[in-house]
């Protein structure tokens, strides 16, 4: 158990719907990223939040968002979904150094 | 930009040693990671190595990596079936604080 949670973990919804997925660090880890693992593009990552601001920026697509709060659990935000979203959402989190990231368990998202 | 790759698949029966590579392209890269990901599971850091350094062991890995051919290795020591699983390599620096994955290696153990 790497300490970071990611809920829910499963989800499947509809071509157009809008989706919420969370994840919550581990304690004292300041930094979350997210990835998208996909079959055609493997491990992609998508952004950065350090202690509530944006520090990075990957192949994320306009449709996304996502954000950090002030008890620094991070939410992403799909939006206008298509089939090609389908894939596995990872959560890391990382400390002030940043040598190391630690995934959650993900978020498998289906879009039919 | 940045690229990791990774054969797709090794086989190797219970006890031998296992070794997989990595090839990066950047030279920036400032620390090398191996994770494991199980089945249905998320990605375990399974080790890391700094630049600066050509070998790190930790208990059945050892870390290997060559940095004038940006080639890095993990080797297994005495592989278990509980070793099969998807094995990927990663790069980062301290300025990019994103990792950049290859595309993973399937290990399978053959009892």
């Known amino acids: 158990d790497s300490g970071v949670t990611q809920t829910p973990k499963h989800l499947i919804t509809a071509t157009g719907q809008r989706v919420t997925l969370r994840c919550s660090p581990r304690s004292g880890d300041l930094s979350v990223y997210w990835y998208q693992q996909s079959l055609d593009q493997g491990l992609q990552f998508l952004i950065q939040?350090?202690?509530?601001?944006?520090?990075a920026k990957g192949n994320i697509l306009e449709r996304f968002s996502a954000q950090q709060f002030p008890d620094l659990h991070s939410e992403l935000n799909l939006s206008s979904l298509e089939l090609g979203d389908s894939a596995l959402y990872f959560c890391?989190?990382?400390?002030?150094?940043?040598?190391?990231?630690?995934f959650g368990p993900g978020t498998r998202l289906t879009v039919l | 930009g940045e690229d990791v790759e990774q054969s797709l698949f090794l086989s190797v029966r219970e006890g031998d040693s296992s070794v997989i590579n990595c090839t990066y392209t950047?030279?920036?890269?400032?620390?090398l990671y191996w994770y494991k990901q199980e089945p249905g599971a998320g990605l375990q850091l399974l080790t890391y190595?700094?630049?600066?350094?050509d070998m790190k062991q930790d208990q059945r890995l050892t870390v290997l990596l060559n940095k004038k051919d940006k080639h890095l290795s993990l080797r297994i020591a005495d592989t278990q079936t509980g070793d099969s699983a998807i094995y990927f390599c990663a790069e980062g620096d301290t300025g990019r604080r994103a990792l950049t994955f290859g595309s993973g290696t399937r290990l399978q153990v053959q009892p």
């Open positions: 890391a989190s990382g400390g002030a150094s940043g040598n190391e990231q630690f």
């Open positions: 939040y350090y202690n509530g601001e944006e520090r």
């Open positions: 950047d030279s920036s890269s400032t620390y």
């Open positions: 190595i700094f630049s600066n350094m």
